[in-house]
Structures are given as C-alpha cells and as structure tokens.
C-alpha cells in the first residue's frame, strides 16, 4: 500500500502481484463471503455487532472487504443516528449530505469496517414502497447530486457502495418481481442517478434481488456488464444483495457480478468444480479478481492515513450535525395567521403547550430492518421541547381518550399533534414469500422441503413488522385525533412523522401549521424544538409530490410479480394528468418571503448554468433553494424537469446572485441503438422557482446550442 500511496507501483500491478502469491482457494474466497452458512439465523444479530467480511487472506495482509450497512448511521455498536436518507433528501444540500457522509465514514472505519453500503439511490416511483426513506426521492437529479455528495463524504476513510441496482423501488415482492422497462425510460429516468454517483467515485455497486426484463440481478449481463462496465465505465467491483441476491454461482460471475455476499453458499459450492472443470474460464474468474483486489488496494491507498479511534462514534461534532441535519430537513407545509401572525415559530410569551399523540414521547428512529442504528441516546419531540422551554407548562396526553385530549388541547394556549408512521407501518420485509431456499443447500432445495419451506415464509410474512405501505393515509385514529384537538383549539399544529407521503387532506383544512419532520434521528427532538420555537428556520424542501388523492399517482401493488415502469410518477404524473398537488415537489414554507429572478443563462458543453437573483423580502433571516426548471412548452401540459438547484441563507432585506450548475440529462433523449445522446425535441423554456411550477407564462427560452450534447453523458 506504501508503494501505491507514493505512487511507485500501481494498484493493478500490486492486485496482479497478490493474486500470483494466492493459491486457487484463496482467489475462489475472493468471490464470496467468509462467514459459513451456519450463521444465516445469526446474520440480524451479527450485523449490529461486526463487520461481516469476504476475502480476506491474512497471510498476505489482505483484510477483505468488511461490510457495515449505514444509509442513516453506522449500524455496528452504538453508533450516531442521522435522520434517514429521505429527510436529509429535503435539506436539497450536498454539502451538508457530504458532511454526513464523512462523519458515517469515520464510525464506519472506526468500528473495524472498511465498506459501506450506505448509498442507496433508488428512485421514489411511489411513496407506498416500504424503504421509501432509504432513498432520495421521486427526482434523479436530485437523488444523484444527494447521492454523489454522500459518495464522496464516506469514502474519504471507507469504500463507498451504491444500491441497489437497478430499479428496486417495491418491498414485499422484491424477490421475485420481474420489472418490464422501455430503453427510454430505463436510461432517461431510473439510471442517470446510479451513473451520477459511479462517476463520483464509488467503489462498489450492490445488485437488487428483483429481475430486470425477466432476469435476476446478479445474472442480468446487459446492466452489469454491457451498460455499468462497458457504457459507464465502472472499475470497481459489483456484490450480490444478501443471501438471497444470488442466483447462480457461475452464471452470475460471467455475467459481472464480482462477490456472493455475505456467507459461502452457491459459489462456495460450485465453483471448484466448475473452475476445474473449464466451466468457467480462468480469465473470468481473474477479471472479477483483479476488480475487487485493485479496488481495495486503490481505497487502502488514498483513503485518509491517520486511523479514527472510537471517541469519534457519536461525538459531540456528530450529534451537532446530526441535530443541524434534521433541522434543515424540516419542511413546513402549512402557517396560516390565527389572529394577527403566522402560528410558527411559537410565540414567545407562550405558558402553556399541550403535546399529544402518541409519538410525542417516542425518538421513532425509523425502520428496523438491515438500515437499524442504535445510538446511545435519543431525544423524543416532547423532551426536546421541555429542554428548549423550561419556563413553559407542557400538559401531555398520547391521544388514545379523545375526550381527555381535546379537552386538554382547549385548556392550552396552543396545542401541537405529533403523529405519523413507525417501523410497523413501513421498512424492510424481514420475512418475504418468493425467496430462492435453494441457495441454502441441496437438501433444503430438494422438491419436497422447497414447497413447504416457501409456503411458510409467505405465511410468517404476513404477521411481522414492515413492508410496502398499506395506505398514503394517516391511522384513522391519528387522523381522528387531529380533528378532535383542532376542534378544541384553533390554535394546534400538526406534526407529521414518517419516511415518505402522507396525504392531508381527510384534515389539512381544519389546522393552521403542518410541519413534516421525518424520522429525525438521534437529535430530532432538539431538531424540531428548535424549528418550533424559532431558534431555527423549517430549511426543508420536498423531495418528492404530495398528491391530494393516492389515485393521482401511479398503480402500486405490493403482491405484483411483475410490474411495468414508465417515464409518469409522482409530479411528472401529476403535471400529464393535469391533478394539482396539495404540495409540489419542492415545496417548503420558511419563516420569512423570498423572492427569485432568473437573470441569464448558459446551456452548452462549455457551460450549463443560470443566474439568478434572490432577494430576502421579510423580515427574518432564512433560506431558501433556488430551483431551476425546464419544460417542453409546445405541448398542452407541459411537465417539469428540475435540471438544478442550490440553497442559500440571506438575511433579512439582502440580495444576493446565485449561480445554479445545470444538468443536462433531462432533457436528453439516448439512442438505443447507438447509445448516443441528443437533445428531445420541442419548443423547450427554462424558470427559476422555488417548487416545480404550475404556470409557463413567465418562462424564457431554453438557449441550446444544436449538436453540442452528442455522445454519451
């Protein structure tokens, strides 16, 4: 590694120079994990307590690949709790998410792991997805500068895996759902995300289990290999989803993917024999080799020298950032007058709060699946609170005797409703119908156990936690509950929690303020005190459309074997049907008015960009995200594409000018057959807004300089 860091060897010739001094049982354990198949009960466990390592050889000083999974923390020990990747997707900030990315870096170095599979950038198509707040968002622009900005954040100190690929966006079938896509919608909408954060730097990708065009994930040759490797250009190395993400031992390695993860089971079992037989090709077996030894080598090189000891592992500078991270993530919805101002912030000659609902007392955290961080302190909405109010009266009730809680809400000044989802409404399936028992062993895939076996997981699946949303709705009874404090005191606020859309509108017309504040992370109460109370501004923005009425959005069935995915979902859905959101993508109320100017722009290959002037017209200082647009206005409902964006914070009464980078993708179309990239056609406008736009009329139009976008992007 001294010689590569100084530039005296390079990281293929150093990853030749160990595979010539392995033996062919120390390359064939490159290929899959080190744990024995004995461990598959014990993996839920394991996974809070080690990294889970394939290929290492210790007498060669190769540590392996040590796998932490940590999309909103660090999941080994007691580690820093970050609000999901959902909430940090409405801070719509990339130095903020790359800020987080280095803190997940360092505890994930720091607790012995040299990998993390923390990336996740599956698009958002519906909001009903059970991991829905493992991912960016309904936008691949947006979810491929967040998931860049994450990239290059972790792998300063480990190697940086992006998941899952490709077009995994449905949880209760994802074993088995076989997802029919045209080339257009396949490279124009569900990719560009994954190529943006390939060509940030990271080192690994992670296969889906779902099947792409009628073949699995880890088999499926036309992403792995002729689109990632050959049209991309990706170096590094692909692993399977776990346990079940393999299909077939040889056919998955000729067709790209590099590493079984994370136990010996079908490669362990068929690769010798296969090997030594000429089954599979000796040249093959050292592509996948050379891929991950050159990566690993290449990471141990360049990553940060000095080692983090544990004091980094929620430290004072991670919670800080973690309470800074939720607060910008907050997103206020709502903030009608009752009587003479605005309900939020809170009033500062405010005496007596009631908080009710029944997760008011509850961190909620989020799902408790494979993503589960356990920090070593959390702080719930009515604790952060108290700690920002000590001189205020706070009555509590969790909302179960409506009664009792309406008649606790009239007696307070105002009353704040914390209601929403947690991990039985939403998260991983921990146990799902459809998997493949076989990769368990002979024995257990043997016909007559292979039934049974199946039956009972489908059955087992139906009773534990998680999974693909049932409804968009809130539990009637919080919904209930809503309307019964709002009756009693005009005066409530509704915070919502939860990982993605949650219609309003059975109750949003009867409370002035709606705040949605996400599952928070370990310091989401002091978060949301704190943007209640003033301290801080609601800095969030949408990163996806909240529909009036779950019909608007695309059909979702969580027991589907097959599905088709188009280019229409979410706000471009709703934009072709002509359907008003209630919120649009991008929306986000601040605390004071600003207001946008798009001054010139610049769309060639020397330069995409926009200037814009934006003014704080009120009276706080506050931000705001400069969002930039682009539609193809010659059609009778034209549909939003965000090609930029970029958040700035102004004081009360200053102006500033802002320059927004564009991306060009969204308004690109790509030749099957060529892989060439040229310009859609149409009469094509560009606006400055601060939520997709429902009006053109004040759009410019979009300068492009013809032939200047050929070739690939």
């Known amino acids: 590694m001294r010689a590569v860091r100084a530039g005296e060897l390079d990281a293929d010739d150093a990853a030749e120079s160990l595979i010539a001094r392995m033996t062919e049982g120390e390359v064939l354990g490159l290929l899959d994990g080190d744990s024995p198949r004995w461990l598959l009960p014990f993996i839920p466990l394991l996974l809070g307590r080690r990294p889970f390592v394939a290929g290492a050889v210790p007498r060669l000083g190769i540590p392996g690949i040590r796998f932490s999974d940590g999309g909103r923390g660090v999941v080994i020990g007691a580690c820093t709790a970050f609000p999901v990747t959902m909430a940090r997707a409405a801070t719509w900030n990339p130095a903020l998410e790359e800020r987080v990315g280095v803190a997940i870096g360092l505890e994930t170095r720091a607790r012995g792991a040299n990998y993390s599979a923390s990336v996740c950038v599956n698009l958002l198509r519906h909001p009903a997805w059970g991991r829905a707040q493992e991912c960016y968002g309904e936008d691949p622009v947006l979810t491929g500068r967040m998931g860049s900005a994450l990239t290059r954040g972790v792998r300063v100190n480990v190697m940086a895996c992006v998941k899952h690929f490709a077009l995994n966006s449905m949880e209760n079938e994802r074993f088995e759902v076989d997802v029919t896509v045209d080339e257009h919608a396949l490279h ?7 190529k943006a954060v390939v060509d940030a730097g990271a080192d690994s990708v992670l296969s889906a289990y779902n099947r792409v065009r009628g073949e699995y994930m880890d088999v499926n040759r036309a992403l792995l290999t002729d689109v990632l490797r050959n049209e991309w250009g990706f170096t590094g190395f692909v692993t399977s989803d776990w346990v079940f993400g393999t299909h077939d031992a040889i056919l998955s390695l000729q067709a790209g993917m590099d590493v079984e993860m994370p136990l010996r089971l079908l490669r362990a079992r068929d690769l010798p024999a296969a090997v030594r037989s000429g089954q599979v090709a000796e040249s093959t077996l050292l592509l996948s080799t050379r891929r991950i030894l050159r990566t690993s080598v290449m990471h141990a090189a360049n990553r940060e020298q000095a080692s983090p000891g544990t004091a980094v592992i929620a430290s004072p500078t991670h919670r800080a ?7 910008e993530s907050i997103v206020l919805l709502k903030n009608d007058a009752t009587d003479t101002a605005p309900l939020l912030p809170l009033a500062p000659a405010t005496r007596h709060l009631a908080v009710i609902g029944r997760l008011a007392t509850r961190a909620n955290l989020g799902d408790h699946g494979s993503s589960r961080v356990r920090p070593p302190s959390t702080v719930s909405p009515l604790q952060g609170l108290r700690e920002a109010l000590p001189l205020v009266r706070m009555t509590t009730s969790s909302g179960r005797n409506l009664r009792a809680a309406a008649t606790m809400a009239a007696e307070a000044e105002t009353a704040i409703v914390v209601v929403g989802l947690d991990q039985h409404d939403e998260g991983e399936s921990v146990v799902t119908g459809g998997v493949d028992v076989g990769v368990l062993g002979r024995s257990v895939g043997w016909a007559l156990l292979r039934k049974p076996l199946v039956g009972l997981a489908h059955i087992v699946s139906h009773f534990v936690r998680g999974g693909d949303r049932r409804s968009l709705e809130l539990r009637p009874s919080d919904a209930r509950l809503i309307r019964k404090v709002a009756a009693a005191n005009p005066h409530t606020i509704v915070v919502l929690i939860g990982g993605s859309a949650i219609l309003t509108e059975g109750w949003r017309n009867s409370v002035p303020a709606i705040l949605l504040a996400w599952y928070g992370g370990m310091e989401g109460g002091h978060a949301l005190a704190s943007v209640l109370t003033g301290a801080a501004e609601p800095g969030g923005r949408l990163p996806f459309a909240l529909p009036t009425n779950a019909a608007h959005l695309p059909p979702f069935d969580s027991s589907a074997k097959s599905v088709v995915y188009d280019d229409k979902w979410g706000q471009r859905l709703l934009d072709t049907d002509g359907h008003t959101a209630a919120f649009p993508f991008g929306f986000g ?23 814009v002037r934006v003014t704080n017209t009120g009276s706080r200082q506050g931000s705001t995200v400069v969002q930039i647009y682009a539609a193809d206005v010659s059609v009778k409902r034209p549909v939003a594409q965000l090609l930029g964006f970029t958040k700035v914070a102004l004081q009360p009464g200053a102006e500033t000018t802002v ?10 179309q790509r030749d099957p057959a060529t892989h060439r990239w040229s310009s859609r056609a149409g009469d094509w406008a560009l606006l400055a807004a601060q939520h997709s736009p429902a009006s053109w009329a004040n759009a410019v139009p979009l300068r492009r300089v013809e032939g200047s976008h050929a070739g690939t992007i």
Request: no cysteine.
């Open 589 to 611: 109320l601040s605390y004071t008015t600003m207001e946008h100017a798009l001054l010139h722009h610049r769309f060639d290959d020397a330069d995409r960009s926009a200037h």
């Open 659 to 668: 320059r927004v980078t564009l991306d060009a993708g969204p308004t690109l």
């Open 188 to 194: 124009e909408v569900y990719l560009p995300h994954f």
């Open 321 to 327: 950032l973690a309470r800074q991270v939720a607060a």
